[in-house]
C-alpha cells in the first residue's frame, strides 16, 4: 500500500537521520579515545594499523597525582550528597507535611537559588570561605551546595504525592515526626533520591569553576581542576598525553553510566521529573 | 582589609627580625611553581628540593600550578586566603602588580649582609632588571628565557634557502616565511612559513620583541607609563600584521601559544617565536634538523626577556622568609643554575654558571643553548606596569583586534594607548 | 509558638542557614559592595555609590560580554533543546540499535567540561585538528577557528550543545516513556497523521518537561564558562567573553573586586528577570494533567 510504503520510507530516513546524528555525537570521543591509545605520531593521521600503546595513559597517569585527585572527588561527592540527602529531606519535609507560618514566604526564598547557583557569587563565597578558614579545604568546595534547592523542591514534590492515609497510619503507632519521616517518607520517594542523587553526582564530579577558585593543594583538588593545571605548559602540549589524562578524569563517571543507563533514565521516569 | 594575624605577625617580625635570622625552627615551605609537569622537569625541581633537605633540614614542598597566568591567579588566591605558599616562582614582569597588592615582601626587609649583597650582584643585568621598584629589591632570577626562532632546516633547503644563515631583518624575514609557506594544488596552505604568539598571556611578550626590534621600550620603568602610540610601536604591528596580510605566511588572526611547539614539531609551521626554555623538548621530539636563531629586527636582531623569579610573600614568618631566601640562594648557585639551564634550555641567570664545566659540556654537545645568553644585550625586559594583567589585556585584545582585520594598526595602538593610560592613571601621583 | 511550628523551623535550619549563607546572603553582600570602590593593599574602601555603574555603562568589554552572551544563550537554548527532543523521538521509537544511540547522545553530558574543552580544543586545531581534516576531505580550506573573532563564538556555542542535548534528552525521554498510549492509538484510529499527532497532543503535554529543560538551560547558558577558561580566554579580542566569565578574570585575574561585584549584580538581574519570565509568564500557559 502506498501509506505503508510512504512510512517505510520515512522511518528509513528517520533511522539513517538518527544515526548519523549518533555518529557526529560520538566522534569527538571517539578521536580522544584514537589519539590516546596510539602514539602521539599518529594523532592527526588514521593510519588503520597504527601501534596500540598503553604508554600515553601511564605517562599521563605519572605525571600528576590523578589518584590523589580521585580520592578527592569521590571524598567530595560523597560528602555532598550525604549532606543534601540529610538537609534536603528534612526541608522537604517540613514544606511539605508541615503548616507554619511564613511557609509559602519561605519556600519561595529557596527556589530563589533554582536559579542562582553559587557559582554566580563566586567573589563573595570565596571571601566567606576565607573567613571561615575553610578555603583549601574539600569541604570548603562543598559547603555552598549542601543546601540545594533543587534537592529540596524535588523531595517536596514527591512527599506531597505520599498517600496521607499511609502518614496517619504510622502516626496512629505512636511514631514521632522524625520516624513517620524515616519510615514512610523517605522509603516511598526512593526514585527521587536516585535521580536526584545522579544529579547531583554527575553535577559534582565535573564541577570545575568553583572548586578551581578554591583549591590551591593536591590534597584538595578534585579531578576537573587537577586536569587543566595538567595540560598547561610552557613547553608545549603533547596531545596524546592530554587526551589520556582526559579519558582518564572521565572514566569512572562513564563506566558508571555504561553500566548502569538503565536504571538512570527509568529512576528518572519515577521520580516524575517531567 | 588587615587581618589582625598579619598584622600581629608582621609586627612581631619586624621588632624581632634582628635577633631572629636562622632558619633552624622551620620545618617545612611550600613554594608553586609554573613549569610543565610530566617528564624530567618535574622530577629536577623534586632533586633540588630533596638536596636542599639534606643539606638544610628543611623540608620544600613544590606544588605546580599551571603555566605563568594560572599560577599567578592561584598563587595570589592563596595568599588572600590566609593560607599559602612562602615564595613562589612568579611571572617576572608582575612586579609592580604584585607591590601594589601588598603581599610581598623585600628582600631588604628580609635581610641582606654583604654576602648576599655579592650574590645578588652576580645575576645577569637583563634579569634583574624586573626586581627593582620603589629603591627595593623584590625578586630573584629562576627561570629566565629570551624569545627566540627555531626553524626547520629540512624546509629551509626545499625552498631554496640557506639553513645556516637565519635572516636578520624584517624585510629578509617576511621574504623567506613568504617562500616557506606552501602550498597544495588547491590553495590549501600545507606548511605556514611562520608562526608567533597572539593569545593572552603571550601576545605582549611576542609584541615586546617586535618592538624592541624597532627600538622602542614599550613601558618606562616605575611601570607608570607605557609607549604603545609611538610611531614605532605602530611600525612594530603593522609588521605583526604584514606577516598575515603582506605576506601570507602566517594565518590570519590569532595563533595560540600551546599550538606552537606542536606545529613545529608536526612539521606544520617552519619557523615559530618561542622561549629558550623549549630547547629540551625540541631536542628530544623533533624529528628533523632544526635551528635556533635571534629573533630579526628592523635592521638588527632584537628580542625580549621572559620567564619567573622566585618572589617572596610577606605572610611567612621571619624564619620562614629566611628559609626560602636560603633557598633561592642555594638553588641559583652556578652549579645548579647551570643543571638546571642544561635540562631546560632556560638561561643560565648568573655569568658564573657559564663558567662551570656543566655548562661548558652542554654547551659544547648542545651549541644552540649557549645562543641565548647572546642576545642578553640585544633583549629588553617583558612588559611590566602596575595593573599589568589588565594592562595585557587591554594591548591584547587590541593588537587581536588589528590581526583579525577589524582595527588599523594605528587605531589599535592609539585605542590600547588611551585605555591604559585610564588604568595608570592613579599611578602616576604616586 | 505551635510544637509544630518549632518543629518545622528546625528541620528547615541546618538547609536554610546554608542556602541563605551561600546564595542569597553573598547577593546581598554583592550589591553592597558594588557601592564601594576597589580596596588597595591595606586601605579600607571608600564609597562611591553608583560609580561603578556608570564605569561598567562606559566599558565596551561589558557591552561586548552582554552581546555575547545574549548570542550564546540565543543559540545554545534553542538548538540544544529542539536537538534533545528530536533525540528522544528518536530513541524512544522502534528504531533499531536504540540503546547503542541513548548512549551516544548522553556521553557527552558524562564527561566533565574540562574535559570536553581539550578533546575540542583539539579539533579546532588549525591545518591538522580534526574539524579542518574533514574539511579539507572536501577540499575546504584550513579555518583558524578559534583565533578568527567571526568562528570563535559559534565554536563556543557547538561545544556546549554537544554537551548538553543529550541531558535534556534524558528528561524528554522518562516524559515519552510515561506518556499514555491510548491517546496516540485514539488519534490512529481517527486517520490523524504521525506530525499533527505531535503537533497537537505529544508537544503540549510536553509543555512541563520543556519548561524544566529550558530553566536548566538558561542556568547554563549564564553559568558554565568551563570551554572559555580552557578554549580562548575570552579572546579573540574578547569574541568569547561572557559575562560570568569576565566576572572571573576582572576579579581573580585583576582583583577588581568592586567591578566584579558590580558585574555580578547585572547578571543576577538577567537571572532574577529569566526567571520571572519562564516561571510567571510561561507557567501560566501550561497543561498539566
Same mark, same amino acid.
Given at each position: 500500500?502506498?501509506?505503508?510504503?510512504?512510512?517505510?520510507?520515512?522511518?528509513?530516513?528517520?533511522?539513517?537521520?538518527?544515526?548519523?546524528?549518533?555518529?557526529? #555525537?560520538?566522534?569527538?570521543?571517539?578521536?580522544? &579515545?584514537? =589519539?590516546?591509545?596510539?602514539?602521539?605520531?599518529?594523532?592527526?593521521?588514521?593510519?588503520?594499523?597504527?601501534?596500540?600503546?598503553?604508554?600515553?595513559?601511564? =605517562?599521563?597517569?605519572?605525571?600528576?597525582?590523578?589518584?590523589?585527585?580521585?580520592?578527592?572527588?569521590?571524598?567530595? &561527592?560523597?560528602?555532598?550528597?550525604?549532606?543534601?540527602?540529610?538537609?534536603?529531606?528534612?526541608?522537604?519535609?517540613?514544606?511539605?507535611?508541615?503548616?507554619?507560618?511564613?511557609?509559602?514566604?519561605?519556600?519561595?526564598?529557596?527556589?530563589?537559588?533554582?536559579? &542562582?547557583?553559587?557559582?554566580?557569587?563566586?567573589?563573595?563565597?570565596?571571601?566567606?570561605?576565607?573567613?571561615?578558614?575553610?578555603?583549601?579545604?574539600?569541604?570548603?568546595?562543598?559547603?555552598?551546595?549542601?543546601?540545594?534547592?533543587?534537592?529540596?523542591?524535588?523531595?517536596?514534590?514527591?512527599?506531597?504525592?505520599?498517600?496521607?492515609?499511609?502518614?496517619?497510619?504510622?502516626?496512629?503507632?505512636?511514631?514521632?515526626?522524625?520516624?513517620?519521616?524515616?519510615?514512610?517518607?523517605?522509603?516511598?520517594?526512593?526514585?527521587?533520591?536516585?535521580?536526584?542523587?545522579?544529579?547531583?553526582?554527575?553535577?559534582? #564530579?565535573?564541577?570545575?569553576? #568553583?572548586?578551581?577558585?578554591?583549591?590551591?593543594?593536591?590534597?584538595?583538588?578534585?579531578? =576537573?581542576?587537577?586536569?587543566? &593545571?595538567?595540560?598547561?605548559?610552557?613547553?608545549?602540549?603533547? #596531545?596524546?598525553?592530554?587526551?589520556?589524562?582526559?579519558?582518564?578524569?572521565?572514566?569512572?563517571?562513564?563506566?558508571?553510566?555504561?553500566?548502569?543507563?538503565?536504571?538512570?533514565?527509568?529512576?528518572?521516569?519515577?521520580?516524575?521529573?517531567? | 582589609?588587615?587581618?589582625?594575624?598579619?598584622?600581629?605577625?608582621?609586627?612581631?617580625?619586624?621588632?624581632?627580625?634582628?635577633? @631572629?635570622?636562622?632558619?633552624?625552627?622551620?620545618?617545612?615551605?611550600?613554594?608553586?611553581?609554573?613549569?610543565?609537569?610530566?617528564?624530567?622537569?618535574?622530577?629536577?625541581?623534586?632533586?633540588?628540593?630533596?638536596?636542599?633537605?639534606?643539606?638544610?633540614?628543611?623540608?620544600?614542598?613544590?606544588?605546580?600550578?599551571?603555566?605563568?597566568?594560572?599560577?599567578?591567579?592561584?598563587?595570589?588566591?592563596?595568599?588572600?586566603?590566609?593560607?599559602?605558599?612562602?615564595?613562589?616562582?612568579?611571572?617576572?614582569?608582575? @612586579? $609592580?602588580?604584585?607591590?601594589?597588592?601588598?603581599?610581598?615582601?623585600?628582600?631588604?626587609?628580609?635581610?641582606?649582609?654583604?654576602?648576599?649583597?655579592?650574590?645578588?650582584?652576580?645575576?645577569?643585568?637583563?634579569?634583574?632588571?624586573?626586581?627593582?621598584?620603589?629603591?627595593?629589591?623584590?625578586?630573584?632570577? /629562576?627561570?629566565?628565557?629570551?624569545?627566540?626562532?627555531?626553524?626547520?632546516?629540512?624546509?629551509?633547503?626545499?625552498?631554496?634557502?640557506?639553513?645556516?644563515?637565519?635572516?636578520?631583518?624584517?624585510?629578509?624575514?617576511?621574504?623567506?616565511?613568504?617562500?616557506?609557506?606552501?602550498?597544495?594544488?588547491?590553495?590549501?596552505?600545507?606548511?605556514?612559513?611562520?608562526?608567533?604568539?597572539?593569545?593572552?598571556?603571550?601576545?605582549?611578550?611576542?609584541?615586546?620583541?617586535?618592538?624592541?626590534?624597532? %627600538?622602542?621600550?614599550?613601558?618606562?620603568?616605575?611601570?607608570? %607609563?607605557?609607549?604603545?602610540?609611538?610611531?614605532?610601536?605602530?611600525?612594530?604591528?603593522?609588521?605583526?600584521?604584514?606577516?598575515?596580510?603582506?605576506? $601570507?605566511?602566517?594565518?590570519?588572526?590569532?595563533?595560540?601559544?600551546?599550538?606552537?611547539?606542536?606545529?613545529?614539531?608536526?612539521?606544520?609551521?617552519?619557523?615559530?617565536?618561542?622561549?629558550?626554555?623549549?630547547?629540551?623538548?625540541?631536542?628530544?621530539?623533533?624529528?628533523?634538523?632544526?635551528?635556533?636563531?635571534?629573533?630579526?629586527?628592523?635592521?638588527?636582531?632584537?628580542?625580549?626577556?621572559?620567564?619567573?623569579?622566585?618572589? /617572596? /610573600?610577606?605572610?611567612?614568618?621571619?624564619?620562614?622568609?629566611?628559609?626560602?631566601?636560603? /633557598?633561592?640562594?642555594?638553588?641559583?648557585?652556578?652549579?645548579?643554575?647551570?643543571?638546571?639551564?642544561? $635540562?631546560?634550555?632556560?638561561?643560565?641567570?648568573?655569568?658564573?654558571?657559564?663558567?662551570?664545566?656543566?655548562?661548558?659540556?652542554?654547551?659544547?654537545?648542545?651549541?644552540?643553548?649557549?645562543?641565548?645568553?647572546?642576545?642578553?644585550?640585544?633583549?629588553?625586559?617583558?612588559?611590566?606596569?602596575?595593573?599589568?594583567?589588565?594592562?595585557?589585556?587591554?594591548?591584547?585584545?587590541?593588537?587581536?583586534?588589528?590581526?583579525?582585520?577589524?582595527?588599523?594598526?594605528?587605531?589599535?595602538?592609539?585605542?590600547?594607548?588611551?585605555?591604559?593610560?585610564? @588604568?595608570?592613571?592613579?599611578?602616576?601621583?604616586? | 509558638?505551635?510544637?509544630?511550628?518549632?518543629?518545622?523551623?528546625?528541620?528547615?535550619?541546618?538547609?536554610?542557614?546554608?542556602?541563605?549563607? *551561600?546564595?542569597?546572603?553573598?547577593?546581598?553582600?554583592?550589591?553592597?559592595?558594588?557601592?564601594?570602590?576597589?580596596?588597595?593593599?591595606?586601605?579600607?574602601?571608600? *564609597?562611591?555609590?553608583?560609580?561603578?555603574?556608570?564605569?561598567?555603562?562606559?566599558?565596551?568589554?561589558?557591552?561586548?560580554?552582554?552581546?555575547?552572551?545574549?548570542?550564546?544563550?540565543?543559540?545554545?537554548?534553542?538548538?540544544?533543546?529542539?536537538?534533545?527532543?528530536?533525540?528522544?523521538?528518536?530513541?524512544?521509537?522502534?528504531?533499531?540499535?536504540?540503546?547503542?544511540?541513548?548512549?551516544?547522545? *548522553?556521553?557527552?553530558?558524562?564527561?566533565?567540561?574540562?574535559?570536553?574543552?581539550?578533546?575540542?580544543?583539539?579539533?579546532?586545531?588549525?591545518?591538522?585538528?580534526?574539524?579542518?581534516?574533514?574539511?579539507?576531505?572536501?577540499?575546504?580550506?584550513?579555518?583558524?577557528?578559534?583565533?578568527?573573532?567571526?568562528?570563535?563564538?559559534?565554536?563556543?556555542?557547538?561545544?556546549?550543545?554537544?554537551?548538553?542535548?543529550? +541531558?535534556?534528552?534524558?528528561?524528554?525521554?522518562?516524559?515519552?516513556?510515561?506518556?499514555?498510549?491510548?491517546?496516540?492509538?485514539?488519534?490512529?484510529?481517527?486517520?490523524?497523521?504521525?506530525?499533527?499527532? *505531535?503537533?497537537?497532543?505529544?508537544?503540549?503535554?510536553?509543555?512541563?518537561?520543556?519548561? +524544566?529543560?529550558?530553566?536548566?538551560?538558561?542556568?547554563?547558558?549564564?553559568?558554565?564558562?568551563?570551554?572559555?577558561?580552557?578554549?580562548?580566554?575570552?579572546?579573540?579580542?574578547?569574541?568569547?567573553?561572557?559575562?560570568?566569565?569576565?566576572?572571573?578574570?576582572?576579579?581573580?585575574?585583576?582583583?577588581?573586586?568592586?567591578?566584579?561585584?558590580?558585574?555580578?549584580?547585572?547578571?543576577?538581574?538577567?537571572?532574577?528577570?529569566?526567571?520571572?519570565?519562564?516561571?510567571?509568564?510561561?507557567?501560566?500557559?501550561?497543561?498539566?494533567?
Amino acid at each position: 500500500m502506498m501509506v505503508a510504503d510512504h512510512n517505510r520510507a520515512d522511518r528509513a530516513l528517520e533511522t539513517i537521520g538518527a544515526w548519523m546524528l549518533g555518529i557526529l #555525537w560520538l566522534l569527538p570521543l571517539l578521536y580522544a &579515545v584514537w =589519539t590516546a591509545f596510539h602514539p602521539a605520531a599518529y594523532a592527526t593521521r588514521f593510519d588503520l594499523f597504527a601501534p596500540l600503546t598503553l604508554k600515553n595513559l601511564i =605517562t599521563a597517569w605519572q605525571a600528576a597525582p590523578f589518584a590523589r585527585y580521585l580520592l578527592n572527588t569521590v571524598m567530595l &561527592v560523597t560528602l555532598i550528597l550525604a549532606a543534601q540527602f540529610l538537609l534536603c529531606t528534612l526541608a522537604a519535609f517540613a514544606f511539605a507535611r508541615l503548616t507554619f507560618p511564613g511557609r509559602d514566604l519561605l519556600f519561595a526564598v529557596v527556589l530563589l537559588q533554582l536559579m &542562582v547557583m553559587p557559582d554566580v557569587l563566586l567573589v563573595e563565597n570565596y571571601r566567606t570561605l576565607v573567613q571561615l578558614h575553610l578555603a583549601d579545604t574539600i569541604l570548603g568546595i562543598a559547603l555552598p551546595y549542601l543546601g540545594s534547592a533543587f534537592g529540596i523542591f524535588l523531595l517536596r514534590q514527591t512527599f506531597l504525592t505520599i498517600p496521607q492515609p499511609l502518614d496517619d497510619a504510622a502516626r496512629l503507632e505512636g511514631c514521632g515526626l522524625l520516624a513517620r519521616l524515616w519510615r514512610v517518607y523517605v522509603p516511598l520517594a526512593k526514585p527521587t533520591y536516585i535521580a536526584y542523587g545522579l544529579v547531583s553526582v554527575s553535577y559534582h #564530579w565535573n564541577n570545575f569553576l #568553583w572548586p578551581l577558585i578554591i583549591t590551591n593543594s593536591v590534597t584538595t583538588r578534585p579531578l =576537573t581542576v587537577g586536569l587543566s &593545571v595538567f595540560a598547561t605548559t610552557d613547553q608545549g602540549i603533547d #596531545w596524546s598525553i592530554v587526551t589520556a589524562a582526559t579519558l582518564m578524569t572521565s572514566a569512572p563517571l562513564l563506566v558508571a553510566f555504561l553500566l548502569f543507563q538503565r536504571q538512570f533514565v527509568q529512576s528518572f521516569m519515577r521520580a516524575g521529573i517531567r | 582589609m588587615i587581618r589582625r594575624r598579619t598584622l600581629l605577625t608582621t609586627t612581631a617580625g619586624m621588632l624581632a627580625a634582628p635577633a @631572629i635570622l636562622r632558619a633552624q625552627t622551620v620545618q617545612k615551605l611550600t613554594f608553586y611553581y609554573p613549569i610543565a609537569v610530566g617528564g624530567p622537569l618535574q622530577a629536577i625541581i623534586d632533586g633540588y628540593c630533596k638536596g636542599f633537605q639534606q643539606e638544610t633540614g628543611i623540608a620544600v614542598e613544590p606544588v605546580y600550578s599551571g603555566a605563568y597566568s594560572e599560577t599567578l591567579i592561584k598563587a595570589l588566591a592563596a595568599i588572600k586566603s590566609g593560607a599559602g605558599p612562602q615564595f613562589s616562582v612568579l611571572w617576572a614582569s608582575e @612586579i $609592580h602588580s604584585l607591590v601594589d597588592q601588598d603581599i610581598l615582601v623585600s628582600l631588604d626587609e628580609i635581610g641582606l649582609d654583604a654576602d648576599a649583597k655579592t650574590w645578588l650582584g652576580g645575576f645577569f643585568p637583563a634579569f634583574m632588571a624586573n626586581s627593582h621598584a620603589d629603591g627595593k629589591t623584590w625578586s630573584v632570577p /629562576f627561570q629566565r628565557s629570551v624569545a627566540v626562532f627555531y626553524y626547520n632546516k629540512d624546509a629551509f633547503r626545499d625552498a631554496g634557502l640557506d639553513p645556516d644563515n637565519f635572516p636578520t631583518t624584517w624585510s629578509s624575514l617576511g621574504a623567506a616565511a613568504e617562500k616557506l609557506t606552501q602550498r597544495d594544488a588547491s590553495g590549501r596552505v600545507t606548511r605556514w612559513g611562520i608562526k608567533i604568539a597572539g593569545d593572552l598571556g603571550n601576545a605582549q611578550w611576542t609584541f615586546g620583541a617586535l618592538a624592541n626590534q624597532a %627600538e622602542q621600550v614599550l613601558m618606562n620603568e616605575a611601570g607608570t %607609563e607605557v609607549y604603545f602610540n609611538k610611531p614605532r610601536t605602530i611600525e612594530a604591528m603593522e609588521f605583526w600584521q604584514s606577516l598575515s596580510k603582506q605576506h $601570507h605566511a602566517t594565518p590570519d588572526g590569532v595563533s595560540n601559544w600551546p599550538q606552537l611547539s606542536p606545529d613545529f614539531l608536526e612539521g606544520n609551521t617552519a619557523i615559530i617565536q618561542f622561549t629558550t626554555g623549549g630547547l629540551t623538548n625540541f631536542l628530544a621530539k623533533a624529528k628533523f634538523p632544526f635551528g635556533v636563531a635571534g629573533l630579526a629586527g628592523k635592521n638588527s636582531p632584537h628580542t625580549v626577556v621572559g620567564g619567573a623569579n622566585m618572589y /617572596f /610573600f610577606k605572610s611567612a614568618s621571619p624564619a620562614e622568609r629566611a628559609a626560602s631566601l636560603r /633557598f633561592a640562594r642555594w638553588i641559583s648557585q652556578p652549579e645548579r643554575a647551570a643543571d638546571w639551564s642544561s $635540562h631546560t634550555g632556560y638561561i643560565s641567570t648568573s655569568p658564573a654558571a657559564y663558567e662551570t664545566q656543566t655548562m661548558k659540556n652542554y654547551i659544547a654537545k648542545v651549541p644552540a643553548a649557549g645562543l641565548g645568553r647572546t642576545f642578553l644585550p640585544v633583549a629588553t625586559g617583558e612588559l611590566s606596569v602596575h595593573e599589568n594583567q589588565r594592562v595585557y589585556a587591554v594591548l591584547t585584545d587590541n593588537m587581536q583586534a588589528c590581526l583579525g582585520g577589524t582595527k588599523t594598526p594605528a587605531k589599535a595602538m592609539e585605542d590600547a594607548q588611551s585605555e591604559t593610560d585610564r @588604568i595608570l592613571k592613579p599611578y602616576k601621583r604616586a | 509558638m505551635r510544637r509544630e511550628t518549632i518543629h518545622a523551623y528546625l528541620l528547615l535550619l541546618p538547609a536554610l542557614v546554608l542556602l541563605v549563607a *551561600f546564595t542569597h546572603w553573598p547577593a546581598i553582600e554583592t550589591l553592597i559592595d558594588s557601592l564601594y570602590a576597589t580596596p588597595r593593599g591595606a586601605h579600607p574602601a571608600p *564609597f562611591v555609590g553608583l560609580a561603578n555603574y556608570t564605569d561598567l555603562r562606559d566599558d565596551p568589554v561589558f557591552w561586548q560580554a552582554l552581546r555575547n552572551n545574549a548570542i550564546y544563550a540565543a543559540a545554545t537554548i534553542p538548538v540544544s533543546i529542539v536537538l534533545a527532543l528530536l533525540m528522544a523521538l528518536a530513541v524512544n521509537g522502534a528504531l533499531p540499535g536504540r540503546s547503542a544511540l541513548r548512549l551516544a547522545y *548522553f556521553l557527552p553530558t558524562m564527561l566533565p567540561m574540562i574535559a570536553v574543552a581539550n578533546i575540542w580544543m583539539f579539533f579546532y586545531t588549525p591545518d591538522y585538528g580534526l574539524f579542518d581534516q574533514i574539511l579539507g576531505w572536501f577540499g575546504g580550506g584550513r579555518h583558524n577557528w578559534l583565533g578568527d573573532t567571526s568562528t570563535a563564538l559559534p565554536a563556543m556555542i557547538a561545544v556546549a550543545v554537544w554537551k548538553e542535548a543529550g +541531558f535534556f534528552m534524558i528528561f524528554y525521554l522518562a516524559a515519552l516513556q510515561t506518556m499514555p498510549m491510548d491517546l496516540r492509538e485514539a488519534a490512529a484510529l481517527e486517520g490523524s497523521s504521525r506530525l499533527n499527532y *505531535f503537533r497537537r497532543v505529544t508537544l503540549p503535554l510536553l509543555m512541563p518537561t520543556t519548561l +524544566f529543560v529550558l530553566v536548566n538551560a538558561v542556568i547554563n547558558a549564564f553559568r558554565v564558562i568551563d570551554h572559555i577558561i580552557v578554549m580562548t580566554r575570552g579572546g579573540p579580542d574578547n569574541a568569547t567573553t561572557l559575562l560570568l566569565y569576565y566576572i572571573y578574570e576582572t576579579g581573580f585575574r585583576f582583583w577588581d573586586t568592586a567591578t566584579a561585584a558590580t558585574l555580578t549584580v547585572v547578571l543576577l538581574t538577567i537571572l532574577a528577570l529569566s526567571a520571572w519570565l519562564q516561571f510567571g509568564v510561561l507557567g501560566r500557559r501550561i497543561h498539566y494533567r
